[in-house]
């Protein structure tokens, strides 16, 4: 984390065209913890998601080690298009 905000990193063996984006363990208690955090968790991760998705990544799964996590994905890795990029 940078900032107190998530980093994108690369996913281990996943290559180079797959990343992982780093959100809360458990967003329900940081809301209620702390609710700015939390709007500034969501407005980061809804803009880095959309920058993302607008560079052919898609989501593919979730992980939990060693952070709780997005996995992402180049479309062309997966062998089709993106059918949610302008």
């Keep these: 984390m940078e900032d107190g ?8 063996g996943g290559g180079e065209d797959t990343i992982g984006l780093a959100i809360p363990t458990d967003f329900a208690a ?6 700015t955090e939390a709007v500034a968790w969501r407005q980061y991760i809804g803009s880095t998601l959309s920058s ?4 052919g990544y898609v ?9 709780t996590h ?8 997966l062998g089709g298009e993106n059918i949610f990029r302008d």
Excluded: H, M
């Excluded at 998530?6 to 996913?11: C, D, L, N, S």
């Excluded at 940081?30 to 609710?35: F, Y």
């Excluded at 989501?59 to 952070?67: H, I, L, M, R, T």
């Design 30 to 35: 940081l809301k209620e913890r702390d609710r």
């Design 5 to 12: 905000r998530p980093a994108r990193k690369p996913v281990t």
């Design 52 to 55: 993302l998705f607008n560079q």
């Design 59 to 67: 989501a593919v799964d979730f992980g939990k080690e060693p952070v």
């Design 70 to 77: 997005y996995i992402l994905t180049k479309t062309d890795e």
